[in-house]
């Protein structure tokens, strides 16, 4: 697997993250901050399930149906999976893979032939979501930015 993300770009996620919950109903600009520092990341990673070789990322059953756990971290990764059960507390390490950006959004898009709706950040810690028809938004940022 690859290296991990910036923590600084991780630790930017929580900054944004409260600046979410402290936004008034209906305002969506740190929202959008939040999201646009996820694009930002190097790397998307997930707990692995499934088969070593052909794993699949773990995926909560929410209200609005199945969304994909995606981690702005190895470690973040890690502490979830333990956090979630998925794990031994003090055992070997939690089977995870990585997928480089921007290529994590195609990835991710095309788990919506199999009914996934959308996609959880660092769940349970942080746990905003964007539905799959929304990661062209991602994609079109990343595109802007590189301009």
């Excluded at 190097?42 to 981690?71: K, S, T």
């Excluded at 950040?121 to 746990?127: K, Q, W």
Aim: charged share 20%; aromatic share 8%.
């Amino acid at each position: 697997m690859t290296g991990d993300n910036s923590p600084e770009l991780v630790a930017e996620l929580d900054r944004l993250d409260e600046a979410v919950k402290a936004a008034p109903a209906g305002d969506t600009a740190a929202q959008i901050a939040l999201w646009r520092q996820v694009t930002r990341l190097e790397h998307w990673f997930f707990i692995a399930r499934g088969q070593a070789d052909r794993p699949r990322p773990y995926a909560v059953a929410a209200e609005q149906g199945p969304m994909i756990c995606l981690y702005s971290s190895a470690a973040r990764a890690n502490e979830a999976a333990r956090a979630l059960g998925l794990a031994v507390p003090e055992g070997e390490a939690v089977p995870l893979f990585s997928v480089p950006m921007p290529a994590a959004i195609d990835y991710l898009a095309a788990f919506a032939e199999s009914g996934v709706v959308g996609v959880t950040l660092d769940h349970p810690r942080i746990g905003h979501y964007i539905p799959l028809a929304n990661l062209g938004l991602l994609k079109g940022w990343i595109a802007g930015a590189a301009r």
